[in-house]
């Protein structure tokens, strides 16, 4: 993964290149074939996830709620908190992934205590944009079918 692009993610960034450095020496690759849930509603979250090349649904109760796709990442705040996740997130196409494991967090936390907070702090902000940007992408397309 390309260390300005990760240093540019709203989620790290606060901290501090070492940390960034850290982090990208534990992240690895995975992928994700159409259809193919990543992550499920509900379960205790195993990683963090960031999308090198696909899209991904955001499942809530059973309705797509906001997709993702190249650099976006989720994961973040049940990895950060402990919380059980509070989506489903499905690939929507063959989708290629670098993830941080729940093992390699704790460790990067053990060395750089602050990355914790910080990850459920930008979490919480982002949320809030994702919800905007697909509530847009909902409306544009509407637009288009009339």
């Known amino acids: ?11 790290f960034k606060d901290i501090s ?4 450095l850290y ?4 992240m690895k690759p995975g992928f994700h074939l159409p259809g193919q849930l990543i992550i499920t509603e509900g379960k205790v979250g195993h ?21 993702l796709s190249d650099n976006d990442f989720f994961g ?13 997130i499905r690939a929507c196409v063959f989708t290629e992934l670098m993830m941080l494991t729940r093992k390699d967090f704790d460790s990067v936390v053990a060395l ?9 702090e930008s979490a919480a902000e ?7 940007k697909f509530r847009e992408q909902l409306d544009r397309e509407s637009a288009q079918v009339l």
């Not at 960031?50 to 906001?66: E, L, P, Y």
């Not at 750089?112 to 459920?120: A, E, G, Y």
């Open 112 to 120: 750089f205590p602050d990355v914790r907070q910080k990850v459920v």
């Open 47 to 67: 990683a963090l996830y960031f999308i090198t090349r696909g899209k991904a649904d955001i499942i809530r109760n059973g309705k797509v709620t906001s997709q």
């Open 126 to 132: 982002l949320h809030e944009k994702r919800q905007a």
């Open 1 to 11: 993964m390309n260390k300005r692009l990760f240093e540019k993610m709203p989620l």
């Open 76 to 88: 973040e705040r049940s990895l950060a908190t402990g919380e059980r996740t509070n989506a489903s």
């Open 17 to 20: 290149e070492l940390a960034i």
């Open 23 to 26: 982090i990208l020496q534990k």
